[in-house]
């Protein structure tokens, strides 16, 4: 089979596919890292308000309750900083998600053609193996030359019809 002209252009589409891939698995990870940060900040502020109310129940002094209002507040800024880096990091997640959707067509085109060259390549061959076969059958070596000499048609190259039809009945086999 002859090679595909643009083999080097493939090979250089599916390395910049599988670096899109890595960049949006990272992408995703670090959101998946905000995530746990934020259900961690939720269990914490869920653990606090427990304990506050146990504390209430118990009696507790007005520094305690001036702490329990700063860490609220504090966590609450938190949270804010954290959903909006969530926010930014499904922007940068679906720009990702663009850059890979456009290399893997990019790179599919290439693949597509060099499917079809293959394809024409099996196509001809068919064909020419084809035409062999029906030159064998009907006895007209196409390869063979005919002269005439001292009155006769003298056919040169019936060796390569025979050997034509060798190498044709072993593909068959």
Known sequence: MPRFRLETALKVRERLEKLYQK????????????RDHKKLMEGA????????????????TVMQLQMS????????????????QLKE????IELKRQELTRATQKKRVLEILKEKQQQRFEEEMD??????????????????????ENGKYTSTGPSITIQKHYRF???VM
């Open 169 to 171: 009945m072993n593909r």
């Open 69 to 84: 209002d700063h860490f609220k507040e504090r966590l609450g800024l938190q949270m804010e900083v954290n959903k909006n």
């Open 89 to 92: 990091q499904e922007q940068v």
């Open 23 to 34: 960049a949006l698995a990272e992408q995703v990870q670090i959101q998946q890292e905000l």
């Open 127 to 148: 064909r020419q193996e084809r035409q062999e076969a029906d030159e064998i059958a009907q006895g007209l070596p196409r390869n063979s030359v005919q002269s005439y």
């Open 45 to 60: 502020l869920e653990t606090h308000d427990l304990n506050l109310n146990q504390s209430k129940k118990s009696g507790f």
